[in-house]
């Protein structure tokens, strides 16, 4: 792309052979400082008068791809829709059934449980709607942040009411050292930090939770600090021991190469996993879609039997099971096209 880098080169070699004399002193500088200005108003300018036809072409390859992809991948992404709202619809019934109870009781448990659910509802509808438009990496990196809600809340759910409150107070230690970072670096960032009285009053609310649940409280995952009290920096691999799920670390780890920036991730990519070619993959891809979709399904359906088993009716039995046949279904849809492609 140097169209107009050659063109103004091409002309200016021209200029001073005609005009020599003015070599020694010419300002080339100050020339391209000029006509940059120029030059970025005529690219504007063709390309305010294209954006209509440029949109309307991407927005019909983009409808085009959507209706491909789903005729390669509809009954996964139909099972794993059909699971969503079954687990959606199922804590938002337990929520309302068992909330005035739990206010009445003052059981932070529930409300931690059933909010970490809820979020992994809307996680999974992220999800699906990235793999319905093509991004099964961005689906991928979203299944690490469901994975997380979900060993979270399982852990919170075994250490019941003490751990809860822990979790629920934490909040404090997260918002002092977002505010202290904040202040650090609003000249920085054009964005004025919290008020100095603000910070003070966090602080002494901060001070008082250390005080009270020790040093390590102050630490990320302070809040679990307790229940490993030989672990010097807790991190979130004991969290996910706790609930037996550190089978799910290389998974996890795999999900971690779409977020961070590491050559790993550079390299490969679900999108291309049809592929043999080298390509540059910048935008939707019908592959890769078995992985995250089967992750999804399974850490949705540990949360919701999670959430459900707080209270272990023989409805809520019956909807586990249901969702559990929905999970491996769910992966034998997937696992079914991706064969087709071996």
């Known amino acids: 792309m140097e169209t107009f880098h050659n063109i103004f080169f091409k002309n200016l070699d ?26 970025v108003d005529i690219m504007r300018s063709s390309l305010i008068r294209s954006t209509e036809e440029m949109l309307s072409e991407n927005r019909t390859r983009s409808k085009e791809f959507f209706h491909q992809n789903h005729v390669k991948w509809g009954d996964g992404f139909d099972l794993l829709e059909a699971m969503i709202v079954i687990c959606t619809e199922s804590g938002a019934e337990f929520n309302s059934s068992y909330r005035p109870k739990a206010v009445l009781d003052d059981n932070l448990l529930f409300e931690i449980v059933v909010r970490h659910h809820a979020r992994a ?17 961005a689906a991928h990196a979203r299944w690490r942040a469901l994975h997380e809600v979900n060993v979270t809340a399982m852990f919170i759910s075994k250490h019941c009411q003490e751990c809860a409150e822990r979790f629920y107070l934490h909040d404090v230690v997260d918002s002092y050292h977002g505010m ?3 202040k650090k670096y609003e000249h920085r960032l ?24 020790g040093k390590k409280f102050a630490d990320n995952y302070g809040w ?7 672990h010097n920096k807790l991190g979130f691999g004991a969290i996910e ?17 779409n977020i961070h920036a590491g050559a790993k991730g550079m390299r490969n990519r679900l999108g291309l996993s049809h ?49 559990q046949e929905y999970t491996d279904d769910i992966g034998a849809a997937f696992v079914k096209v991706d064969k087709s492609f071996e």
């Open 14 to 39: 021209s200029f001073l052979e005609a005009q020599s004399e003015l070599t020694d002193d010419f300002d080339l500088e100050g020339k391209i400082n000029n006509i940059i200005p120029k030059i």
């Open 224 to 230: 679990a600090s307790y229940i490993f009290p030989n």
């Open 275 to 323: 592929s043999s070619d080298d390509i540059l993959l910048v935008g939707s891809s019908d592959a890769g879609m078995t992985d995250p979709a089967h992750a999804t399904a399974i850490s949705l359906m540990q949360i919701t039997t999670a959430l459900l088993s707080l209270e272990p009716t023989l409805d809520h039995i019956v909807v586990t099971k249901i969702i």
């Open 180 to 182: 202290v970072e904040h």
């Open 190 to 213: 054009q964005a004025k930090g919290p008020k100095n009285e603000d910070v003070d009053k966090c602080k002494e609310h901060f001070n008082l939770l250390i005080k009270k649940y």
């Open 241 to 257: 021991k706790d609930v037996q799920l550190e089978h799910m670390r290389p998974y996890y780890k795999w999900a971690s190469q």
């Open 121 to 137: 509802c809307q996680i999974s509808q992220e999800i699906l709607c990235l793999l319905k438009h093509g991004f099964a990496d």
